[in-house]
Structure formats: structure tokens, C-alpha cells
């Protein structure tokens, strides 16, 4: 047996195969893309949004940050809590606050009220660990990588047609379009869970939701977030960044005794800092912080920039960077479920993750050439976005403590959008000065960065130690 099996960490009950896999697997696809285009549709929108509302680029910034701030942290605890009372009843709770969000974004008539609807649409970014428990716990095993690769492959949207789909739709009809769709997708996600999600069996723990755990693990997410994004434009010794330093050590400590004093903790503090769970946690932050940065962000402002980079304008610069990339993404991640679901998550975690560092390391060398460094960057959707990014998934469903199945899942993904905070926060006084030694600097920090990546998936113990 691989370390991929999941009857450790799953209830069983019936498993389903054939037409109904099938149907389960589209539902939880889009459950997530209801998340996914929240988080993509309005970010090339955001000059139309400022001029709209009347306020300033970047006070429209906050739209994005909002949104994986929020997700980071209802995520989890909606995640968590459906230990308690079940994943299909609570999966339909966050779809249920994500419409009212989403009516929020749509009628909103000023930036307040739709920064309050953009943390209610957070509260969809459960539907990724609610998917991987989901098909975990009601598909064939021999289905289940294949299945969890199909859903990873929509975590970086749908290939770039969906920010396209966004650009055009605002320009002939306004920005709030967008909000229309996201609307109709969350809708149509909601009847579909209702209709296709098994029911909860009946749930034998007598134990209750850890609120104040909770409580204090949100707010020290949200103040990690804020050092990160603070330090970025004033600095690491700003007093803004080290005030929100000081709350993030304080509520850590404060989750710290709160945890190890209750029967039901939020968060097992032994599991939590056993090899089972925290060198995936790690993991997945270092790999968003190096080789995700240097995708998504590094090599988009370097081809952008006319003296330092290629020159390309921003519609050209999506079309050759980010849109390759989340398209071979998409069409690998599903190959590399099922490679991983009977060759191991493991083994298949250090390939695509040794993969994406060597061609990390080539782009640093190479960056200079604009049409290899574009080249390169779409092979990263191939080792980073399908195998790394799918295999990170699945470890978060066949790692997690037995006693707590949606632990690591909700933690793993409020850990994807804190790494990529940090891969951003530690680049940008480099790639944002626009000179050729910044992005040399920039690439070969996150070079390191993504080489301590790479190293930790050594340190993780698979919980079945016979792979």
C-alpha cells in the first residue's frame, strides 16, 4: 500500500464510481471555480472598479487581499467545523454566505460594502478541503487521485479565460457584470450540492466547535497577513509592520495555551507539530513564496518592463505568462492525481517539486531571453501547477490527523495564500525597482526559497510508512 491510501483518514460508507463519481467530482468542480472566480474576475478589473466607486487604485487593492485574507480564515473554520456537523450540511452554509456576498459586490454603491462582500465571499474558499474530503470519503480509491486532480485543476481558474471573460464583460456592460456571473456560478453550485452531495451520516462525537481557538487563529492569520503586506511598502522595520508583529506573536501565543487546554481543540497542537503535518504546511508555504512568485508575479513585471524586460503590454504580457501556464496546469493536474493516487503523494510531490526548482534555477540564469524565459514559465504550469499544486492537495487529505480529517486541508489552504504573501513581500523591493540586478536579486531569493521547499518533502513522514 502507497502512502496515497485515504481509508485512514475518511469515513468510508458506500463508495461510488461511474456516472455518480463523475456527477460528485463536476459538483465539487464547481463549488470551487464559485471561489476561483471571485478570486481571478476582478483582479484585471480593478481600474474600472476605482473609477466607478471614485476612489483610488490603490485603495481598490484591497478587493483582492480581502478575499484570500477572508479565505485564508473562514476557509479553515468552516472546514473544521464540519467536523462537527458534516461536510455536505456546512459545504452549503459557506456556498450559502458566498451568494450573499456576491449580492453584496453586485448592488454595492461604495468600497466599504463591497469589501464586506468580498469577505463573505471568502467563506467559499472551504469548497477546496470540503472537495478533497469529499471525493476522499465517497469515491472508489482507485478514483480519488484522478478525481482530486480534476478539482486542483481549477485552483488557478479556468486558463485564463476567466480574466479575459472579465476584461470584456466589463467594457460593454460595467464591472458589476462580473459580480452577475460569479452570482450565477454560485447559484448553480448550490442547487447542485443540494441535489448531488450525499447526505451526513449521523455524527457520534458529543464534542463542540472551538470558537475561541478559532477566534485567535484568525486573528493571528490575519495579522501574518498584514506584516507581510505592511512590509512590502513601508519596509520590515516600519512601525505599522512591527505593531502587526506584536499582534501576531501575541494571538499565536494566546491560540497556543487556549489549544492545549481544551478537550476539543481547534487545531491538535501534538498532530500539528508531529512530521505527519507540519513539514506539509511548511512545504506548501516555501513553494508558494519561491517557484508560485516567480510565475505569477516576478515574470509578469518582468516582461512588462520596457528597459529591465521584454516590453510587453499587460494584455500580452497574461496572454504569454500566465495564460500557458494555467493552461497546461489545468490539463496536467489530472494526470498527475492519478499518477500520484498509485505511484504515492510523496514520490510524486518530490518529482514535481525537483522539476520546478531546476527550472526555477534556468529561469534565474536565463531571464534575460524573453522567449525562453516564456517558454520555461509555461513549463512550470506543467511541474508546478499540475503535479506540485495537485500532489500539495492530496497530502493535505492523506496526512491529516485521523481524529480531525479537515485540519490539515483548512490549514493547508489558508497556507497557499500566506506563502504566496510572503513569496510577494520578500520580491518586491527587488523586482519592483525595475533594474536588472532587482530581478537577478528577486529570481535567485526565490531560487533559495523554493530550494528549502523542495528540501522539507523529505521531512515529511507519510502516515502509511510502508510506501
Avoid at 492569520?221 to 509592520?241: H, K, N, P, Q, Y
Avoid at 508583529?245 to 492545549?260: C, D
Avoid at 491538535?268 to 508531529?274: D, E, G, I, T, Y
Wanted: glycine fraction near 12%; aromatic fraction near 8%.
Amino acid at each position: 500500500m502507497h502512502e496515497s491510501s485515504t481509508k485512514t483518514n475518511t469515513g468510508s460508507g458506500q463508495r461510488l464510481g461511474g456516472k455518480r463519481a463523475v456527477a460528485l467530482t463536476a459538483t465539487l468542480m464547481l463549488s470551487v471555480l464559485s471561489y476561483q472566480l471571485s478570486a481571478t474576475m476582478p483582479s484585471p478589473v480593478l481600474p474600472a472598479i476605482a473609477d466607478s466607486l471614485h476612489v483610488s487604485i490603490s485603495a481598490v487593492s484591497q478587493i483582492p487581499s480581502t478575499l484570500f485574507l477572508a479565505g485564508a480564515v473562514l476557509g479553515f473554520v468552516f472546514n473544521r467545523w464540519s467536523d462537527y456537523l458534516g461536510r455536505r450540511r456546512i459545504l452549503l452554509v459557506a456556498l450559502a454566505v458566498q451568494v450573499v456576498g456576491t449580492l453584496l459586490c453586485l448592488f454595492a454603491q461604495d468600497l466599504p460594502l463591497l469589501l464586506i462582500g468580498r469577505v463573505l465571499q471568502g467563506a467559499s474558499n472551504a469548497s477546496f478541503g470540503f472537495a478533497y474530503l469529499l471525493l476522499a470519503a465517497h469515491l472508489l480509491p482507485r478514483l480519488f487521485g484522478t478525481a482530486l486532480g480534476f478539482v486542483s485543476a481549477i485552483n488557478g481558474g479556468i486558463g485564463g479565460v476567466d480574466t479575459y471573460l472579465a476584461s470584456l464583460i466589463t467594457e460593454h456592460f460595467g464591472f458589476r457584470s462580473i459580480f452577475l456571473v460569479i452570482l450565477v456560478c454560485s447559484l448553480a453550485a448550490v442547487a447542485s450540492a443540494w441535489r448531488i452531495v450525499p447526505r451526513d451520516g449521523h455524527t457520534a462525537t458529543s464534542a463542540r466547535m472551538d470558537w475561541w481557538g478559532a477566534l485567535l487563529l484568525g486573528a493571528s492569520l490575519v495579522c501574518l497577513s498584514e506584516i507581510f503586506s505592511t512590509a512590502a511598502d513601508r519596509g520590515w522595520s516600519a512601525g505599522g509592520t512591527l505593531g502587526w508583529s506584536g499582534g501576531f506573536l501575541l494571538s499565536t501565543a494566546l491560540f497556543s495555551i487556549v489549544e492545549h487546554r481544551r478537550v476539543s481543540p481547534l487545531v491538535p497542537m501534538r498532530q500539528l507539530a508531529s512530521r505527519h503535518v507540519w513539514p506539509v504546511l511548511a512545504t506548501t508555504v516555501l513553494a508558494l513564496a519561491g517557484t508560485f512568485t516567480v510565475m505569477t508575479y516576478i515574470a509578469v513585471l518582468l516582461a512588462q518592463n520596457p528597459n529591465a524586460g521584454f516590453g510587453f503590454g499587460p494584455g500580452m504580457a497574461a496572454l504569454l505568462i500566465l495564460t500557458p501556464a494555467a493552461l497546461f496546469g489545468a490539463v496536467t493536474a489530472p494526470i498527475a492525481g492519478t499518477i500520484a493516487g498509485r505511484t504515492g503523494w510523496l514520490r510524486t510531490l518530490r518529482l514535481g517539486m525537483g522539476a520546478s526548482l531546476v527550472l526555477t534555477i534556468v529561469i534565474a540564469i536565463v531571464h534575460h531571453d524573453e522567449w525562453l524565459t516564456v517558454g520555461l514559465v509555461a513549463a512550470l504550469g506543467i511541474g508546478f501547477n499540475g503535479f506540485v499544486m495537485t500532489t500539495l492537495d492530496g497530502l493535505g487529505v492523506v496526512q491529516t490527523p485521523p481524529d480531525a480529517p479537515a485540519v490539515l486541508p483548512g490549514l493547508n489552504s489558508a497556507a497557499f495564500g500566506i506563502g504566496a504573501g510572503i513569496g510577494i513581500a520578500v520580491a518586491a523591493p527587488f523586482a519592483g525597482a525595475a533594474t536588472e540586478q532587482g530581478f537577478t536579486i528577486a529570481l535567485w531569493l526565490a531560487v533559495a526559497v523554493a530550494a528549502l521547499a523542495f528540501g522539507l518533502t523529505f521531512v515529511i513522514e507519510p502516515r502509511d510508512t510502508t510506501a
